[in-house]
């Protein structure tokens, strides 16, 4: 497949669909209109897909765990083979380095392997079986056996700043996939032609598994309209989304007002804490400001869990940190943003923090160019902090706000000020351990993760992650995004009680020919053949 496959079509099932309205990608680095224009979707197109997509719905939630683990082995192989034709256009599309995007696409295949090897091994069914007993006093126990179920068809918003892994086939739609669910993608209007490759890539992959075609569609387009359609439309049954706070909980509103009301898991915002304890701070005050500074500039700090808060008490090792983040910051070049709209946000969030009387300004790094990304550091009192909650505001970008404590009850008051987080981070000594004790009780209730000696971005996919966190990290702080635990977003629990055993699905009958671990009267029954319910 090559750039010349990018047609602009709309993929809604095995059709390419024109579309009536028409919409360019743009390259943010030149600001160059990029070829070809691409179908803007809308109701009538929602429509074509969600009907395709529960039509398929009954088929595709009763395929094994082995039949949708080689459904994603083959998305994952037919990706692949896009070769460079897919890196270029998303580098095209985003700005993003060549190297930052090859690591994408790596990441990508791996979870949908991750998520193939997790339902191989009984991740998505999870049965319990509690045995009967007939004679029990004064009532007797049914034969009870339960395992989970695909929720149904799902929405899922393609993010901007990971034209890959938060995309076409990220891991919302690889854990929905997993599930059992059919996967309607909003596509990111920011790079639609590699969302395009994407998608022509799972459409080959359904067709390679002999699925039916509605178990994925793709749906480009620029209006708030097509995403309120989607979220809508009653065959809709949940939601993945990752972008800002207000799409998000725009979404949230759309869905809580339908007849029958669907979740919404959606990733918002956060400004991803890190407080510097003070034996940290006076072992090693210049690496990590080395460290902070790296963070913060990485992919022009376009990533969820950007370093945007760092916290720590006043004195010299704090003004040590302080000035080698300056200068770090000061030797930064502007790194291209993902879109001119992101690029004019970033550029009035740093102007209001300029103008902020309780905000002082410790450095800017160099001017770029059409949609550059300049990283900026400033510093403020906890007092001012605490004071005025404007100065809690994410800001997408690689610009980050240093917060002064007095002492540590300085340090827990902010860290008990705090929105909801995707991350928090602990830079600590043996020394700091009381301290740290003192504030991991806060930071549990505030982060969905929380960091030792290391830097918030960058987000392991393994199964004991969590990329999530309480509102408005997330809109539903008992999920997560990354990970394979994302796939019981899109599950729900199925109890059988005292079915025939011809008529329970295989996943609960007495002889286990699924052979899945299942949790048998409390305990963990080892995954094998020729199991019987007690």
Not at 158 to 181: E, H, I, K, Q
Not at 187 to 193: D, L, Q, S, T
């Amino acid at each position: 497949m090559t750039m010349r496959d990018i047609t602009g079509a709309l993929l809604i099932g095995s059709r390419d669909i024109a579309g009536e309205r028409h919409f360019h990608a743009v390259d943010p680095a030149t600001g160059a209109t990029l070829e070809p224009a691409f179908a803007d979707a809308g109701p009538a197109e929602v429509d074509q897909a969600a009907a395709l997509a529960a039509d398929s719905f009954p088929i595709y939630r009763a395929t094994t765990p082995e039949q949708r683990a080689a459904f994603l082995d083959a998305i994952a192989r037919q990706i692949e083979a896009l070769g460079d034709a897919l890196i270029e256009r998303a580098a095209l599309e985003t700005g993003l380095p060549v190297a930052r995007l090859t690591g994408e696409r790596g990441r990508t295949t791996g979870q949908l392997r991750l998520f193939a090897g997790w339902i191989r091994s009984g991740g998505a069914d999870e049965p319990r079986l509690d045995s009967p007993l007939p004679d029990r006093k004064p009532l007797p126990r049914a034969d009870l056996r339960l395992r989970h179920i695909g929720i149904g068809p799902v929405a899922v918003f393609g993010a901007s700043n990971f034209p890959l892994a938060f995309s076409v086939a990220g891991g919302d739609t690889a854990s929905a996939l997993a599930a059992g669910c059919p996967v309607i993608v909003k596509g990111h209007p920011a790079h639609p032609g590699t969302s395009v490759l994407v998608g022509r890539a799972i459409r080959a992959a359904v067709q390679e598994a002999g699925l039916p075609e509605g178990v994925f569609s793709l749906l480009t387009g620029t209006s708030h309209e097509l995403g309120g359609a989607l979220v809508a439309d009653p065959r809709i049954k949940a939601v993945g989304f990752t972008g800002s706070r207000a799409g998000g909980l725009a979404l949230c509103r759309i869905a809580a007002n339908r007849p029958e009301p669907i979740p919404v898991f959606a990733e918002m915002s956060s400004i991803n804490p890190v407080f510097l304890l003070p034996g940290a701070l006076q072992a090693r005050a210049e690496a990590l400001a080395t460290g902070f500074v790296a963070s913060l500039t990485l992919g022009a700090g376009q990533f969820c869990t950007n370093p945007g808060l760092v916290i720590a008490l006043a004195g010299a090792p704090l003004d040590r940190f302080i000035a080698g983040a300056g200068a770090a910051v000061s030797a930064a070049t502007a790194a291209t943003m993902l879109t001119p709209a992101i690029a004019g946000a970033y550029g009035k969030s740093v102007a209001a923090l300029e103008s902020h009387r309780e905000v002082a300004e410790i450095a800017h790094g160099h001017e770029g160019g059409p949609n550059g990304c300049r990283p900026a550091l400033f510093v403020t009192e906890a007092e001012a902090f605490l004071r005025e909650p404007v100065l809690s505001h994410e800001v997408f970008g690689a610009s980050s706000l240093v917060v002064r404590c007095a002492d540590a009850d300085d340090m827990r008051k902010v860290a008990g000020a705090l929105e909801g987080q995707l991350t928090a981070t602990l830079h600590l000594e043996p020394s700091d351990h009381a301290l740290a004790g003192s504030l991991l009780p806060i930071l549990e209730d505030k982060a969905g993760r929380i960091l030792a000696n290391g830097w918030p971005t960058g987000v392991e996919v393994c199964h004991a992650m969590v990329h999530g966190g309480p509102f408005p990290a997330t809109s539903d702080p008992r999920s997560t995004s990354v990970g394979t635990l994302a796939i019981r977003r899109f599950l729900r629990p199925v109890c059988y009680q005292d079915l025939p055993e011809e008529l329970l699905p295989a996943a609960v009958q007495a002889g286990n020919p699924l052979g899945l671990p299942r949790l048998m009267d409390g305990s963990m029954a080892p995954s094998r053949s020729g199991e019987a319910s007690s």
